[in-house]
Structure formats: C-alpha cells, structure tokens
C-alpha cells in the first residue's frame, strides 16, 4: 500500500526556535497534502491544505505566519513551526493523497511529537 | 460546514460481544463517511469507506441518511480489536464525487477485554 513517511518521529526544542517537519510520500505523487494537530486522546484537527506549486489553504484559526507550509514537489511538504511556544506543543500528523477526488484517498504519516521547552 | 459527531469517547467490551461504534453527522449534502482505526503506537489507517461496502477485519457500517449516522458495527469483538476509532466525513460535489478535506470526529477508544 502507500507510505507516507514523516520525518522527524519526534522533536524536542527550546522556547523561540523554529523546528521543520518533513512529510514524504514514498510511493506515489502526492497531489495534495494535509497537516493535522492531534491533541492526547482527541481527535485530529486539520491545520492546513496543501496543494503542489500553490499555496497552503489555512483552517480558521490556524496563524499561517506561525505555521509555514511549503508543498514544493509532488513528493514532499515541510511544516515549519516558527518561534515554537510551550503550547505549540502538540502531535503533528501529515496526511498525502494522490489526488482530489473521491478514489484518493488519505495516506497518514506516523506523526511528530513536538515538545516545546 | 459539516459535522462528525461520536458521542462515547471511552467504550470497553468483553471478547466476543457485539461493538457498537456511534456515528453521526451533519451536512447539508450527501457526504462520503468513512472509519479510521489507530492501533496503540501506529500511525492512523483507513478501516472502511461506505461507498466500498465492504467488510474489513469483520467491522461493517451502513450510511443510514435518515438519521444522519454510520454507526460501525462487529458481532464479536476481539482483543487486537482494541483502538481508537475515527469517523470521518468528506463533502461531495453536486455530481456526487466526493472530494477535499476530512472532517473527523473526535474519536472513540475501544478497549476489548479478555
């Protein structure tokens, strides 16, 4: 089946730094992708849409600035959290889907475990 | 905007006894529903999609529209059946394709007991 690999599993930094999460899909050209926040025991809320060579579409709430998607070949999207914050401290799920349309469907990474000090 | 909705975060069973995972929704078109399964330290899998029909490790779930659910049902639950479980949602076009983001629910825990 599709892998989708995210890169690192997990990631522990000091309060200000910026930390890069990798998301690849292995098998397949992944059209679109989506970033997920996980909180313990809850469910996945989706942070952002990302489309090859466009930019990011953004859920409300979600600070695009705080949260940078670069989705730059059809194998790979980074989400860059800039100045991390104890409370950016989440799990981050990347999900690749070969396409838009109803057969395509999401391939999920393993997640990253932030840890922000 | 659309909704998914699974009322029991916690649901616990003894092995062989039927499991009943609750589902609702709300949208204002014919969405496409699925079941998402996260096994203790695995990454998040599809389990099934209505528009497959399909039974998958025995689990089976029938869209009911009249009442907005898709309830995931196993007449005998095993231990390795033990996760969190996620209803999900996806919009359809006008044409009925379905397309774009998923919206989860915020997922139940099953633990199934020896």
């Known amino acids: 089946g599709a892998v989708v690999s995210q890169h690192p599993s997990r990631v522990i930094c000091k309060s200000g730094t910026s930390v890069k999460i990798e998301c690849r899909s292995l098998?397949?050209?992944?059209?679109?992708m989506f970033w997920y926040r996980q909180f313990p025991k809850k469910s996945l809320m989706l942070m952002a849409t990302?489309?090859?060579?466009?930019?990011?579409?953004?859920e409300q709430g979600v600070e695009k600035d705080k949260f940078l998607i670069n989705h730059a070949s059809l194998t790979l999207s980074t989400l860059t959290v800039t100045s991390a914050h104890p409370e950016d401290s989440s799990f981050y799920i990347c999900?690749?889907?070969?396409?838009?349309?109803?057969?395509?469907?999401?391939?999920f990474g393993a997640g990253t475990r932030l840890s922000v000090l | 905007a659309q909704r998914v909705t699974q009322p029991e975060k916690l649901l616990s069973v003894f092995k062989g006894a039927p499991v009943e995972l609750k589902c609702n929704y709300s949208?204002?078109?014919?969405?496409?529903l699925f079941w998402y399964v996260q096994y203790s330290r695995q990454r998040l899998q599809l389990l099934l999609r209505?528009?497959s029909r399909e039974s998958i490790k025995g689990f089976t779930a029938d869209l009911n529209k009249g009442e907005t659910s898709f309830h995931l049902k196993k007449p005998f639950a095993q231990e390795e059946d033990s996760a969190m479980y996620y209803c999900?949602?996806?919009?359809?076009?006008?044409?009925?394709?379905?397309?774009?983001?998923?919206?989860f629910g915020q997922g139940t825990i099953l633990t199934v007991h020896p």
């Open positions: 999900s690749a889907s070969p396409g838009w349309l109803a057969k395509n469907i999401q391939y």
């Open positions: 098998d397949f050209q992944a059209t679109t």
């Open positions: 990302s489309n090859e060579g466009s930019k990011a579409t953004y």
């Open positions: 949208y204002s078109g014919s969405p496409e």
């Open positions: 209505h528009i």
């Open positions: 999900a949602l996806r919009r359809t076009n006008a044409g009925g394709t379905s397309y774009g983001k998923l919206t």
